[in-house]
């Protein structure tokens, strides 16, 4: 008793309060983060729209003392999801979306909270198999299926991947994010982009293991690449991953600071729609979205990543990663046009789709809410 009192009090210390008697809205946002709530609420700028932290960042004392009055046990679990369930039942939203399908609250939610409310996830990045069924299969129990009402998915292999896992209506819109960035089609585009996969985080790992073989790849790439584009006469950029620093790249990967395009969570779309070929050394949602915003990509990523799939699309480097390898590759892949290269890498590219301002999405939403 005395260890959960100490739990509770410490945890209870670093939360910021408010007191606000909750009223009713439209939307309900499950803890996403900043950024995308941002960009969630600038879409859907017309209804009412507020966010529920699920970490504890924030906690409403109006909703605690109201869940503390229900309490029949003093697990910390219990405690906390009758908190989130007493928020929800007091905002009485139409709504309540998240962008993450890995947090199981998410679905007890769905059960415990008025039938009235829709449900629904906005995937948020590439869904491997291996890992959505590492995580399924210790919840799932005599292949019950979870349970909640949309599931916005980015493509077809994503519906197949899930399906086996949760009873929901799977809407295809592409990638959320992607979709909320107009695609610039500029007259005048720089040649080669590179997508990096570098964090500075990642030299600092204990156990650094396939890490360490991405960092050493992408070294070796980005050097190759600037000779080949300096002999050549291309422009070559690198755009690093949110709010890594440019020193931080520059040092590891000793190369130029003039390569390199400062992330900062905003400006990757953008800077995508001013090259003419996007070059992936490691696996990266944008991978997907360049596609979809009908760019020419290069696929030259460290041999172990390559599957079936992307064996069989020659805009991938199946050789060794050496210079003439990398020449031959760029030059196919930037004299052809898009629908070219689509056709000659259909299995990369007939997939992902955009949907410019994710009307699809806001259709179903706001039907929703109207109804």
Same mark, same amino acid.
């Given at each position: 008793?005395?260890?959960?009192?100490?739990?509770?009090?410490?945890?209870?210390?670093?939360?910021?309060?408010?007191?606000?008697?909750?009223?009713?809205?439209?939307?309900?946002?499950?803890?996403?983060?900043?950024?995308?709530?941002?960009?969630?609420?600038?879409?859907?700028?017309?209804?009412?729209?507020?966010?529920?932290? *699920?970490?504890?960042?924030?906690?409403?004392?109006?909703?605690?003392?109201?869940?503390?009055?229900?309490?029949?046990?003093?697990?910390?679990?219990?405690?906390?999801?009758?908190?989130?369930? *007493?928020?929800?039942?007091?905002?009485?939203?139409?709504?309540i979306i998240t962008s993450n399908h890995l947090d199981i609250k998410f679905y007890k939610l769905k059960k415990i909270v008025n039938s009235k409310t829709k449900f629904g996830i906005i995937q948020r990045s590439p869904i491997f198999k291996f890992q959505i069924d590492n995580f399924f299969k210790h919840i799932l129990i005599e292949n019950d299926k979870l349970i909640i009402d949309y599931y916005f998915c980015f493509d077809e292999i994503s519906k197949k991947i899930l399906q086996d896992y949760l009873k929901t209506n799977f809407v295809?819109?592409?990638?959320?994010?992607?979709?909320?960035?107009?695609?610039?089609?500029?007259?005048?585009?720089?040649?080669?982009?590179?997508?990096?996969?570098?964090?500075?985080?990642?030299?600092?790992?204990?156990?650094?293991?396939?890490?360490?073989?991405?960092?050493?790849?992408?070294?070796?790439?980005?050097?190759?690449?600037?000779?080949?584009?300096?002999?050549?006469?291309?422009?070559?950029?690198?755009?690093?991953?949110?709010?890594?620093?440019?020193?931080?790249?520059?040092?590891?990967?000793?190369?130029?600071?003039?390569?390199?395009?400062?992330?900062?969570?905003?400006?990757?779309?953008?800077?995508?729609?001013?090259?003419?070929?996007?070059?992936?050394?490691?696996?990266?949602?944008?991978?997907?979205?360049?596609?979809?915003?009908?760019?020419?990509?290069?696929?030259?990523?460290?041999?172990?990543?390559?599957?079936?799939?992307?064996?069989?699309?020659?805009?991938?480097?199946?050789?060794?990663?050496?210079?003439?390898?990398?020449?031959?590759?760029?030059?196919?892949?930037?004299?052809?046009?898009?629908?070219?290269?689509?056709?000659?890498?259909?299995?990369?590219?007939?997939?992902?789709?955009?949907?410019?301002?994710?009307?699809?999405?806001?259709?179903?939403?706001?039907?929703?809410?109207?109804?």
């Open positions: 008793m005395i260890k959960k009192f100490f739990y509770y009090f410490n945890l209870l210390l670093k939360c910021h309060y408010i007191f606000k008697k909750p009223r009713k809205i439209d939307i309900l946002l499950y803890d996403q983060g900043s950024l995308f709530n941002k960009r969630f609420r600038k879409s859907f700028e017309e209804f009412d729209v507020d966010v529920l932290y *699920t970490r504890l960042e924030e906690i409403n004392l109006y909703v605690l003392i109201r869940s503390l009055l229900k309490i029949n046990s003093l697990n910390k679990n219990f405690l906390f999801l009758n908190y989130l369930k *007493t928020y929800c039942v007091l905002y009485e939203p139409k709504w295809i819109i592409g990638s959320f994010s992607n979709n909320y960035f107009p695609v610039k089609r500029t007259e005048k585009k720089n040649d080669i982009l590179v997508v990096s996969g570098f964090r500075e985080g990642f030299i600092k790992l204990v156990d650094k293991g396939s890490e360490i073989t991405n960092l050493e790849h992408e070294k070796n790439l980005v050097k190759l690449l600037s000779k080949v584009c300096f002999n050549q006469k291309l422009t070559f950029k690198i755009l690093l991953k949110p709010l890594t620093k440019i020193e931080d790249y520059t040092k590891f990967n000793e190369i130029n600071n003039k390569y390199c395009i400062y992330n900062d969570g905003t400006n990757a779309y953008e800077e995508i729609d001013n090259f003419r070929l996007i070059i992936f050394p490691n696996d990266s949602a944008l991978r997907f979205e360049a596609i979809s915003r009908k760019k020419n990509i290069c696929i030259m990523q460290p041999h172990y990543q390559l599957d079936k799939e992307k064996i069989s699309s020659p805009c991938v480097l199946k050789g060794d990663l050496n210079y003439k390898n990398i020449l031959e590759l760029v030059k196919a892949n930037l004299i052809i046009d898009f629908k070219s290269f689509s056709k000659m890498n259909e299995k990369l590219t007939s997939f992902f789709s955009y949907d410019e301002n994710n009307s699809i999405l806001k259709l179903i939403i706001n039907k929703e809410i109207n109804n």
